[in-house]
């Protein structure tokens, strides 16, 4: 299911080679799957997700915005799951199980919640694991002959991820969870033997998992496919990095930077800042570039190839990486004594336009933005980014303020990982990308055209800025639409505890509508 027409971008009317700097002049929502409403305790792929859909397209909005839709990972990330090519199978819609038939009514009934505007991650995950397995068993025992060849098909499909991505998944839930470097050394070390073995007396639970993707991708494209119908894009993002304890890195060893034991020996991060004076230790391991060129990435080419399968267009994180990384030996405890090193730059670019085509991708190009950098970016064409609340710090040369765009730009209020705009205007605080303040409240007030009495009216302000500039795509979270405060953040960097949680309830996102 994750193999499908990759060149077919039906709806922007130009050439593929004009492709990368010919976005269409449209707005878009940011709102990650997890945070529909809903009353199975997270916002999943079903019936509020085509409501959703249906808004935007009376909304006239173009783009529709998301997280990696991958598992999370620690901190209930999505930027740091345990595959970068599986499905988040939390996201799966009892009610179109049901529909299936392979829920009843009654077990339908058992998974159904109060509306919350929380996401309880635990809980979701240990409900949803439980539906899936019951479904997969009713699958088997009703499923029609072609049904079963369609499962069949899934499987070999996607075998070059989806056989280890299950067997790592049952094996690190029979040990605890522990990581890949805390099992026993046959299975750390992939010895074929000890594989089996496991493969053997982990039959269910590997079967599971890949019923689990079956399912998620049926859905998702099934989605999808409407989004495309209605004159939506999908817009999806592709963290520069991967997690250690994933089944990439287990299954792939050679390609990253990892000692004999298989613990990483240096590890990413981005060096110290005004915002931090230690830098930020991301501590994902990096990649042997050299070796991923001598065979020609075919790694990230199969990473790719994926991603067109589930969005039409890719932001692509952390774009400055792909110039030159920030190396962090694995044992220094912060980012500050690392060094900048080469990337792989131009020639992983041509290698992904060789296999794959022209890719519309937006660079993520926030923080330190070298010239080399800017080269690399505007070699492809690729639009950057521009972070209204980034704008006000800095004087009229500011290039986050809207009278200093470019039109190949995506232009937000903010990000996953930013502050609401209420948030950040009315508790200025510092954090790893923004300190507001007073003098940059008293800029913004200026600038925008309001007074501070009109806090309630700040995102408006926010949004008509935006609009008037010559940006190709101007894109909102769903919060700053809505005018919320700091209580609906989605994301603080370097915080865990509390992120990633927020939802919408029910349809309030419908109030949204004339601000689009």
């Known amino acids: 299911m994750l193999r499908q027409d990759t060149t077919g971008f039906r709806k922007f009317g130009v050439a593929k080679s004009d492709l990368l700097d010919m976005f269409p002049r449209s707005a878009g929502i940011l709102l990650h799957i997890s945070s529909l409403p809903g ?12 409501r959703f859909v249906d808004f935007l397209r009376d909304a006239h909005a173009r783009y529709w915005q998301v997280l990696p839709l991958v598992p999370v990972g620690f901190g209930d990330s999505p930027y740091a799951s345990p595959s970068t090519f599986a499905g988040n199978t939390s996201f799966v819609s009892p009610a179109l199980l049901a529909q299936a038939g392979l829920l009843t009514e009654a077990e339908l009934d058992n998974y159904r919640h109060p509306a919350t ?3 309880d991650f635990d809980a979701v995950r240990r409900e949803k694991g439980q539906m899936i397995s019951a479904a997969r068993r009713r699958y088997f025992e009703i499923a029609t002959a072609d049904q079963i060849r369609r499962f069949d098909a899934f499987r070999a499909d996607n075998a070059s991820w989806l056989d280890d991505y299950s067997l790592f998944m049952a094996i690190k839930a029979a040990h605890g969870q522990r990581s890949w470097t805390d099992w026993p050394v046959g299975l750390r070390d992939r ?18 998992e890949q019923f689990g993707q079956f399912v998620f991708f049926a859905q998702w494209q099934d989605l999808k496919a409407y989004c495309g119908q209605q004159g939506i894009d999908v817009v999806g993002d592709v963290p520069i990095y991967v997690a250690h304890d994933s089944a990439d890195v287990w299954a792939n060893a050679g390609l990253f930077r990892l000692a004999a034991d298989g613990r990483p020996t240096h590890v990413s991060g981005v060096p110290p800042d005004y915002f931090s004076e230690d830098g ?8 042997r570039w050299d070796k991923m060129e001598q065979s ?23 774009f400055r ?9 694995e044992h220094e405890a912060t980012a500050r004594n690392g060094r900048w090193v080469p990337g792989p730059g131009a020639a992983l670019f041509d290698a992904l336009g060789h296999h794959l085509g022209v890719i519309p991708i937006i660079a993520e190009d926030l923080g330190l933005i070298t ?24 004087g009229p040369d500011n290039s986050f ?3 200093n765009y470019d039109r190949n730009l995506w232009a937000y209020t903010g990000t996953h990982d930013n502050e609401t705009v209420r948030g950040w205007y009315e508790e200025p605080r510092s954090t790893q990308s923004l300190e507001v303040t007073e003098q940059a409240r008293a800029y913004c007030r200026r600038y925008l055209g309001f007074a501070d009495e009109q806090v309630d009216e700040l995102h408006i302000h926010f949004l008509r800025a935006l609009y008037a500039s010559v940006a190709d795509v101007v894109v909102a979270p769903v919060q700053d639409l809505l005018g919320l405060g700091a209580d609906a953040r989605m994301n603080e960097p370097g915080s865990v505890g509390s992120n990633w949680a927020w939802r919408l309830v029910d349809d309030e996102y419908t109030a949204m509508a004339p601000l689009l």
């Open 296 to 318: 020609g990435f075919p790694w990230w080419v199969a990473r790719m190839r994926a991603a067109l399968g589930m969005y039409d267009v890719i932001r692509l994180d952390h």
């Open 280 to 287: 930020q230790r991301w501590g994902n391991p990096l990649y």
């Open 401 to 403: 303020l809207p009278h």
């Open 321 to 329: 990486g792909f110039e030159a990384y920030w190396e962090v030996p």
């Open 39 to 50: 009353e199975f305790g997270i916002g999943d792929l079903g019936p509020d997700a085509y």
């Open 117 to 119: 505007s929380r996401v």
């Open 191 to 208: 010895h074929e033997a000890d594989l089996q073995n496991a493969r053997a007396q982990l039959a269910d639970a590997i079967l599971d």
């Open 371 to 394: 010239p080399g950098v800017r080269e690399l970016k505007e070699r492809y064409r690729y639009p950057g980014m521009a972070i209204l609340q980034f704008a006000f710090d800095a």
